[in-house]
């Protein structure tokens, strides 16, 4: 019954933060460090249960995108999604040849709450006073695609926050565009990601109950979760996650330095 709670926590934890532009990936490190660690698969499971609700979301969207590729605006956007993905894909086998994995330990993450933090603040800054402009351009979908890069190989940048804020610096400034592509993206690269790990793991030992808890739960989860992000962009700036991100990473280097977190 512990395990099962604490899968569901999990799920909890991946669901709340995968969309929001806080990291995921560094929650649940954060999380393990008490909960206990889990296999990448289920880390990655957890993170396509998100995805689903994305897909669920943007269904309309991906349908028009799909089946009306006979107009220019479609087929203009759907080629741009293809070359952030693609960037994305061909960065990510590289960084995994040259070996690069995630640290196992907090004080990267706090470090990358902080910096992040700090760096939202700065493109908020950036953007305040320009036009709001809705077109995504080929600039921006080489930028969301080189950033999940970053966000893969440094846990605590945060794959929703990297992507958002490189297309807005890149030109999309328009804060429901720029996270509509950002998104978007996500699907194709997370259910790949997904993909390749189930491959890897293929006749090894899973706890198959735990990772469809935890899927069902992260989808649940992160489908409440993005509904209320693209309402509060609406009206809002990502100024209040920026804040979040730097109190928590002061609030970890404490404690890392207190000896509570490694």
Do not use: C
Not at 30 to 50: H, K, P, T, V
Not at 168 to 173: D, E, F, I, S, V
Not at 234 to 256: C, N, S
Request: no cysteine.
């Amino acid at each position: 019954m512990t395990d099962l709670f604490d899968t569901i926590i999990l799920g909890i934890i991946e669901g709340i933060t995968e969309f929001l532009p806080i990291s995921s990936t560094g929650h649940l490190l954060i999380a393990e460090a008490w909960l206990g660690a889990r296999s990448d698969l289920f880390n990655i499971a957890i993170q396509a249960g998100a995805i689903l609700a994305i897909v669920l979301i943007y269904r309309r969207r991906l349908l028009q995108l799909l089946t009306r590729l006979d107009l220019p605006e479609n087929r203009d956007y759907f080629a741009k999604l293809a070359l952030a993905t693609s960037i994305t894909l061909v960065g990510g086998f590289i960084a995994k040849y040259l070996g690069f994995k995630l640290p196992e330990t907090v004080a990267p993450v706090a470090a990358a709450l902080i910096v992040g933090g700090l760096a939202i603040l700065g493109v908020e800054r950036f953007v305040s006073n320009r036009p709001q402009i809705v077109e995504v351009t080929w600039r921006v979908a080489f930028w969301v695609g080189a950033s999940q890069i970053l966000a893969g190989v440094f846990p605590g940048t945060s794959r929703s926050a990297a992507t958002i804020f490189a297309a807005m610096l890149a030109g999309l400034t328009s804060r429901p565009a720029a996270t509509e592509f950002a998104f978007l993206v996500g699907i194709p690269t997370m259910f790949a990601a997904t993909a390749y790990e189930l491959l890897k793991t293929r006749g090894g030992v899973e706890d198959w109950n735990a990772l469809a808890v935890g899927f069902i739960t992260s989808g649940v989860v992160a489908f409440v979760a993005v509904k209320w992000l693209l309402r509060y962009i609406q009206t809002h700036r990502f100024t209040a996650f920026a804040w979040y991100r730097i109190v928590l990473g002061v609030v970890l280097l404490g404690l890392v330095m207190h000896g509570e977190l490694r």
